[in-house]
């Protein structure tokens, strides 16, 4: 039930982005509640902010989190709520945009 609450739209790189560009995940929330988003890596997870009800924030992703050939999830934790959907697995390299969809 929890895969189905969250949606990873997918990443499309920027044309040439240097190894110095930050990956960036861009989250449209269009339920309700406002959502608490990390970024999960192995046993670490990384607060990244708050994504508003109804909007569509951006956050940078930690060049930490990115080295090497790890991959990311992202947890999407309601603010009073008890579900935390959290994303599939996914390679995030620098200069990527990586779409995180939360259906209402």
Not at 25 to 36: K, S
């Given at each position: 039930?929890?895969a189905a609450l969250?949606?990873?739209a997918?990443?499309?790189?920027?044309?040439g982005p240097s190894?110095?560009?930050?990956?960036i995940l861009q989250?449209?929330?269009?339920?309700f509640?406002?959502?608490?988003v990390?970024?999960?890596?192995?046993?670490?997870?990384?607060?990244l902010?708050?994504?508003n009800g109804?909007?569509?924030k951006s956050?940078?992703i930690p060049a930490?989190?990115?080295?090497g050939s790890s991959?990311?999830?992202f947890l999407?934790d309601?603010?009073?709520g008890?579900?935390?959907p959290?994303?599939?697995?996914?390679?995030?390299?620098p200069g990527?945009?990586?779409?995180?969809t939360?259906?209402?």
């Amino acid at each position: 039930m929890a895969a189905a609450l969250v949606q990873c739209a997918g990443h499309s790189p920027q044309s040439g982005p240097s190894p110095a560009t930050p990956p960036i995940l861009q989250v449209e929330n269009l339920g309700f509640a406002d959502m608490v988003v990390y970024a999960v890596s192995g046993t670490q997870r990384v607060r990244l902010g708050l994504a508003n009800g109804n909007t569509t924030k951006s956050f940078t992703i930690p060049a930490t989190l990115i080295q090497g050939s790890s991959t990311l999830r992202f947890l999407a934790d309601p603010i009073g709520g008890n579900r935390s959907p959290i994303s599939e697995e996914m390679v995030v390299h620098p200069g990527d945009i990586v779409t995180l969809t939360i259906p209402p």
